[in-house]
């Protein structure tokens, strides 16, 4: 049988140095990783909080979005799609208290029409453009 020499470590003067540069070494790590993870979790922390802030402006901000809509009248939409037809509007967009309808038809009476209707105020067409068989149109008026 072969006998092996082995090192003590601990013993040996001359690894003394070594080993003691090691375990600093390896405690220094430690710390460092524990300090980088600490900041990381506090500034998880904070972005979560101001997420929170930031969802809860959002929801204000949609409430009172969702208020102003309510308030506008629903007849005068349906209305406008009773007239052109859901098809032929493309685009209807609620600014202020106005509501611009982009659309087509093919009666120019039509658009005309729509501007001697009581339950629609103030309605005002404000661009007709020829396409083949039908006119494209831009229609503005009050929502309330």
């Known amino acids: 049988m072969k006998k092996y020499k082995t090192l003590n470590f601990l013993d040996d003067n001359k690894y003394d140095f070594i080993n ?8 220094v790590f430690i710390f460092l990783n524990l300090l980088i993870h600490l900041t990381n979790l506090k500034e998880l922390k904070s972005e979560i909080a101001e997420t929170q802030i930031a969802r809860n402006e959002i929801q204000n901000i949609t409430t009172d979005k969702v208020k102003k809509i309510k308030e506008v009248d629903i007849n005068n939409i349906k209305l406008i799609y009773s007239m052109f037809g ?30 001697d209707v009581e339950l629609i105020k103030n309605a005002s067409v404000d661009g007709i453009k020829k396409e083949d068989n039908y006119y494209m149109f831009r229609l503005k008026y009050q929502a309330r």
């Open 86 to 115: 859901s098809e032929n509007i493309d685009e209807m967009k609620l600014s202020n208290e106005n509501i611009e309808v982009r659309g087509k038809c093919s009666d120019l009476n039509l658009l005309y029409d729509i501007e």
């Open 20 to 27: 003691k540069l090691v375990l600093f070494s390896v405690f």
